[in-house]
């Protein structure tokens, strides 16, 4: 299994500025993901955050809105770029390990856009 | 594409009651099938997962899924439901190994509230 911790939990963001949310998995993992979960909806997957290499977005999310790091295999990174009310959501990270089709979830990051 | 109904969204149940929560997919290919519950203010926690062997699943806190695949669904079940069950509860999809992505597809979630 895998533990998640998010930072922050809740962000208070003023329209135009930027959030980048941390993402810590206890142990090594293979693959990291991020996803939305807008007020009343599902969850949508953002991103594929692969360790060393570019994270692969899913249709209607780019870069340079959503760029995400993840510099090793327990950490990873998003960032909510010149954001805007639409953007006000749970972001919520998870991980998969090697072996397991189960994926673990963080506590999410409650984003409000003001 | 795979794709995931959740056919309620809101199920209203009492104490010691029965509840079943539908969920229904569509995909092209092998699938696996997963129930999570998200509590207030918490992540995804996950339920039960259907890979492949028997087609009735059981899971953490006495719930239960079947799969059927001439039906293409997975509906959760629990013979007698508690206070510390309401929550928000959601299915989720993945294709299996060689046929797709580990992408999980979720459904719209039902949330269950159960009346003292």
């Known amino acids: 299994s895998a533990v998640i911790s998010q930072k922050p939990s809740r962000d208070i963001c003023q329209r135009g500025t930027s959030l980048t949310i941390q993402c810590q998995v206890d142990s090594q993992v293979t693959m990291m993901f991020w996803y939305r979960q807008q007020p009343g909806q599902s969850l949508t997957l953002i991103a594929t955050a692969n360790q060393g290499s570019e994270a692969t977005y899913e249709s209607g999310f780019v870069i340079d809105k959503f760029p995400i790091s993840r510099p090793n295999l327990t950490f990873s990174t998003l960032t909510v770029s010149n954001m805007s009310p639409e953007d006000s959501s749970i972001y919520l990270c998870?991980?998969?390990?090697?072996?397991?089709?189960?994926?673990?979830f963080g506590p999410g990051t409650r984003l409000t856009v003001t | 594409a795979q794709s995931v109904t959740q056919l309620d969204s809101q199920v209203p149940v009492f104490e010691e009651a029965p509840v079943e929560l539908r969920c229904n997919y569509s995909?092209?290919?092998?699938?696996?099938l997963f129930w999570y519950v998200q509590y207030p203010n918490q992540g995804l926690q996950l339920l039960l997962k259907?890979?492949?062997?028997?087609?009735l699943v059981k899971g953490i806190n006495g719930f239960e899924a079947e799969f059927n695949k001439s039906q293409t669904s997975f509906h959760l079940r629990k013979p007698s439901v508690h206070i510390s069950d309401t929550a928000e509860y959601f299915c989720a999809v993945s294709e299996s190994p060689g046929a797709g992505s580990y992408q999980l597809t979720f459904g719209k979630g039902t949330k269950l509230s159960v009346i003292p």
């Open positions: 998870s991980a998969r390990t090697s072996g397991s089709w189960e994926q673990y």
């Open positions: 259907y890979l492949s062997g028997s087609t």
């Open positions: 995909s092209s290919v092998s699938v696996y």
